[in-house]
């Protein structure tokens, strides 16, 4: 079975520019989850899609950030313009269901903003 | 709000010890706990999970035990080995469906 796909790996960009990241989720999944990955911190959810649909948002900064799910598959994650404080590590993990069942978790794409 | 506290931050253990991490949750609707392993530069894996109707649960070297009543969680190694050096992260899922993880354990297992 494919895991949940994540490309770049690596981005480097400078402040105020713009920045697009890509997930596609294990065949199947409903659920879809972005997750920011400060450096020596837990994941920390920006955003919850069951199919094409937001289910949480809540701590998504949307003066900046963007996301959207077409068609219930493929995700794009989006940073305009970025700050220093958005380098991190843009985790995608998608579960068949939400709730209690396990999330699967892409290697993740590590933004740099100098 | 939802909160994950998760204790220690930094761990290290010598080859064959056992290792002990605990995480205590607020909200009382979680019902389910899994912990996840990150090795550097990869994604978060789980390796055990346990749901609120059951107290203990093992899978060879690794048990976890769920006390509701305390809100706590724990994540034991047993014989621990090198290749069980990684970051460690415990999560709880309440009745959102949202995920919040711990603040990570940083286990080094010393050969």
């Known amino acids: 079975?494919?895991?949940?796909?994540?490309?770049?790996?690596?981005?480097?960009?400078?402040k105020r520019q713009s920045v697009a990241f890509w997930c596609n989720p294990i065949s199947g999944h409903a659920t879809l989850y972005w997750y920011q990955q400060i450096l020596?911190?837990?994941?920390?959810?920006?955003i919850q899609f069951q199919n094409n649909g937001v289910v949480d948002d809540s701590q998504l900064p949307k003066d900046r950030f963007s996301a959207e799910r077409l068609k219930g598959v493929?995700?794009?994650?989006?940073?305009?313009p970025?700050?220093?404080?958005?380098?991190a590590v843009y985790l995608c993990a998608s579960s068949l269901d939400?709730?209690?069942?396990e999330a699967f978790f892409g290697q993740g794409t590590r933004l740099t903003v100098v | 709000g939802e909160n994950v506290e998760q204790h220690p931050s930094t761990l290290s253990v010598q080859e064959g010890d056992s290792a002990v991490i605990k995480c205590t949750y607020s909200d009382s609707a979680s019902n389910y706990f899994p912990w996840y392993k990150q090795e550097l530069g990869k994604g978060p894996q789980l390796i055990i999970d346990i749901?609120?109707?059951?107290?203990?649960?093992?899978?060879?070297?690794?048990?976890v035990t769920l006390n509701k009543t305390a809100k706590h969680f724990s994540l034991h190694i047993t014989e621990t080995q090198p290749e069980d050096s990684a970051v460690y992260f415990c999560a709880?899922?309440?009745?959102?469906?949202?995920?919040?993880?711990g603040t990570g354990t940083r286990l080094k297992v010393l050969a």
């Open chain 1, 1 to 14: 079975e494919a895991g949940v796909a994540q490309s770049p790996r690596y981005k480097i960009i400078e």
């Open chain 1, 40 to 46: 020596g911190q837990g994941p920390k959810l920006l």
């Open chain 1, 74 to 80: 493929d995700s794009t994650l989006k940073i305009q």
């Open chain 1, 82 to 87: 970025a700050k220093l404080e958005d380098s």
């Open chain 1, 98 to 101: 939400p709730g209690d069942t």
């Open chain 2, 51 to 63: 749901r609120s109707n059951v107290g203990e649960k093992k899978d060879q070297r690794i048990a």
């Open chain 2, 92 to 101: 709880a899922i309440p009745g959102t469906y949202k995920y919040i993880f």
